[in-house]
């Protein structure tokens, strides 16, 4: 069983900067997948950002290249997702969620990802 508790979220302004952190328990945790997610307001929840358990492959959606960088550290057990430039639109309840399936390329569906931390909530004023 893995345990994934978010933080670092809050209220930024527009342009702004933050530095979402996802600490994991658990001795396996080196060896999955790590993503993040985010729901706003009303929708679904989407896809923002992967990283193999290596760190050597990231993926993200589109909306967020070259503003957000994902990133992890094995040796503190956890995820980070920096999120720089941020945009009204990106407010929205942050996942962490991790992946125990042996893959060589991360996925972006949220069916593929077998735990879930709690959220943390990232609200950028205009």
């Known amino acids: 069983q893995v345990q994934l508790v978010e933080s670092g979220g809050g209220l930024v302004q527009a342009g702004g900067s933050l530095r979402l952190s996802c600490a994991a328990s658990?001795?396996?945790?080196?060896?999955?997948?790590m993503g993040w997610f985010r729901q706003a307001p009303g929708k679904g929840r989407e896809f923002v950002a992967a990283?193999?358990?290596?760190?050597?492959?990231?993926v993200y959606v589109d909306s967020v290249k070259g503003r957000f960088t994902i990133s992890r550290d094995g040796a503190k057990n956890t995820v980070y997702l920096q999120m720089d430039s941020l945009k009204p639109e990106d407010a929205a309840v942050y996942y962490c969620?991790?992946?125990?399936?042996?893959?060589?390329?991360?996925?972006?569906?949220?069916?593929?990802?077998?735990?879930w931390g709690q959220g943390t909530q990232v609200t950028v004023s205009s």
């Open positions: 969620a991790a992946d125990r399936e042996s893959k060589t390329y991360p996925d972006r569906s949220l069916n593929e990802y077998d735990y």
């Open positions: 990283i193999s358990w290596s760190g050597g492959t990231t």
């Open positions: 658990g001795r396996t945790f080196r060896r999955y997948i």
